[in-house]
């Protein structure tokens, strides 16, 4: 409907002076040409409150989004006046006998959405019924049941959630789900699939944590093919564990799942973005199947019975050292009442000399240590140089090749077990879901170096 009071809502200062001078509105559908001599031709949102005054946005017939600045605007022309609020058409999902039964459980994220153009914000599809009419090709797959847990950015997900989501999961399985998918947001998609496999174990089906890197909105989003590959793997996929699933490549050819314990998003935007670290993905998962890549994962078993054990004690961080790092900062964690320090270090695990007496006196006063690597490939190798041999004999303990963010989750979770410092460190250097591996595969580290003659023939004939 037609904002009648406020033909301009959500603009302000000077982009609200020149529309109006213009005798613009929202929802007019323009046609703009800047200064540069580009055209651009699209529907004009409206804006938050709390967004500048300087610039005009236009929804473009491509479904991208530009913002405008209003010194660049040479001329504005209203073509017509386009007013919606788009909805995904929802239809009742339908229900297969021969179909296996898999349940979303949502906790915020952009895997389906749709486009308020009143407000300008993406909301989550999430009914099955909406679901299938954004992606109907869903119902090929399974018969699907919802339950909105939380709606939070990734970055809100906080050990309370954490609690709330294994919990849901334990729920699902036992009401007799044959597979588990988790929508949440990319950002800390790793946290929570690390987290997720200590405290979900002894899973009879599979647990996929999907998101998207770009909104249903937008032409490139990954959001649809991504839902359609975790639905295929919770549904008939045989890894019974929590994966990661997203793109494989930068092209919408096939995802990955990428085990929980050792995946990390390495890309702010690309779709690609998530990385299996010190070891290859489980699998490949297109629209044909599945293709193993790691044989070595628990297999579906639906006679297993899951054990949930969230017991967990929050008081918990990660110390990414640097050069010329103060021991203070040692010390006020643990006047702060912190019980356990994940250290990324340096090289093989390294932090600097003056750093030892303030983790020998935060040892002495049980504060559990552990040091992990910020190359985050490799192991922590400590018995090599005598800077690596003196935090050993302060108390420091190696965790091998265990991911940073991994070891943070983890010993969270410990923490909630024992505080007992023999038993804590028994606990993080005995793996329970691969979070540590006894080598890392000869293909478990490859990072391609652009400009380089057989990298660039390599792109030429291999990237689509």
Known sequence: MSDTKDPLKGYRGLARSRLEHWGMRVWGDVRVRNTAGSTFEGVILPRSETFDDLHVVLKLKTGYNVGIHVDRIESIEELGFKEAVYKIPEKAFPVTPDLPNVTLLGTGGTIASRLDYRTGAVIPAFTPGELYGAVPELAELCNLTTRKIFGVFSENMSWVEYVTLAEAVGEAIEGGADGIVIGHGTDTMGHTASVLSFMVQNSPVPIVVVGSQRSSDRPSSDAALNLIHAVSAAGRGDIAEVQICMFGPTSDRYGLLH?????????????????????????????????????????????????????????????????????????????????????AGTGLGHVNKPLFPALKRAIDQGVHVVMTVQTLWGFAQMYVYDTGRDLLNIGVVPLDNMLPETALMKLGWVLGHTDEHDDVMAMMRNPVSHEITEREPHNGYLILQGGLPEVDEFITDHWK
């Open 259 to 343: 085990r929980g314990t050792r995946c990390r998003k390495m890309h702010s935007s690309y779709r690609s973005t998530f990385r299996t670290i010190g070891d290859v993905p489980l699998s490949v998962v297109d629209r044909d199947g599945f293709t193993t890549i790691n044989p070595d994962y628990l297999p579906r078993d639906r006679t297993r019975k899951v054990r949930i054990d969230t017991r967990h004690d929050d008081r918990v961080t990660i110390l990414y050292y640097y050069p010329g790092m103060k021991p203070d900062l040692v010390d006020a964690l643990v006047e702060k009442g912190y019980r356990g320090i994940v250290i």
